[in-house]
């Protein structure tokens, strides 16, 4: 993303604490609202560092993206 301070993140997660789905090539997270952030491994490869909430919409109350720290 070109202008990360604008971007409203949930959290920032360590790819180490990400689990890697190696059919799908995804690594995902945990969402408290019970569904989970994901980011493509060729998305990280061409250095993006947000992971959206998939697969619903988020709630109103809730900031729909985290931050990787590779």
Request: glycine share 2%; proline share 10%; charged share 30%.
């Amino acid at each position: 993303m070109a202008d990360d301070e604008q971007l409203a993140i949930y959290d920032e997660v360590e790819i180490e604490d990400m689990t890697f789905d190696p059919a799908m090539q995804i690594y995902h997270y945990p969402c408290p609202c019970g569904d989970r952030f994901e980011i493509a491994l060729a998305d990280l490869q061409d250095s993006a560092d947000i992971a959206d909430d998939l697969p619903k919409a988020p709630e109103p109350d809730e900031t729909p993206q985290v931050a990787v720290a590779a």
